[in-house]
């Protein structure tokens, strides 16, 4: 980590003085598909899943957005942006600004650009990870390396093993490891068969992380 907690507070102070506290549901859009962003949300508590929708219709999971954390990052910073949907995967509060007030408060504070910085270095290495993912060989090895990138970023050490505190749908899986959602399902079921994961809804727990690391060797 780059920023250190004055900085962050300073981040946080940009929001805090001049956000709209908005709400919303398990669900609920933040941003609508092919909406234009209709300014930059800090989240104080929830996730937020962005996403894009492929030719074929189907939902391309880009990043998962968690506490503490900025959307839509590359908009705010450089006014461009893909045509991205936000959704809210828990009860999610936000404080949002305009991005005019978030570019003034920036250029005023320089160092809530350290906060900043650390996130568009975690975005670009989860990027990266996806990218190196796709040199397994198989669906498999690309669906346990994704589960332990998601682990690392939003996982929570419990009774029975790694759980990834978000919400991961077959899908979801299957686009960020380049595979049908057929052949994820039937992957995920043999890993839990064998033990090595188990699933509860959509939450997943990694109940034997030497053996799924052993899988990628």
Known sequence: MIANLKQMAELVNVFSKYGVRKTYKKGDFVIHPGEQPPGVFYITQGLVKAYDISKYGEENLLIIRKQDEIFPLIWAVTGQERQVAYRALAPTVTLEITKQQFETEISEHPGALAPLLDMTLEMYRLHSERILNLEYRTVRE????????????????????????????????????????????????????????????????????????????
Not at 176 to 203: F, P
């Open 142 to 217: 690309r669906i346990v390396s994704f589960l332990l990138t998601m682990a690392q970023r939003v996982g929570r050490n419990t009774k029975n093993g790694l759980l990834i505190e978000a919400p991961l749908r077959h899908q979801d899986i299957a686009s960020s490891v380049n595979s049908t959602r057929e052949t994820t399902s039937r992957e995920i079921s043999a890993l839990i068969k064998k033990g090595l994961i188990s699933k509860d809804r959509s939450y997943y727990t990694l109940r034997n992380l030497p053996a799924l690391k052993k899988l990628l060797e």
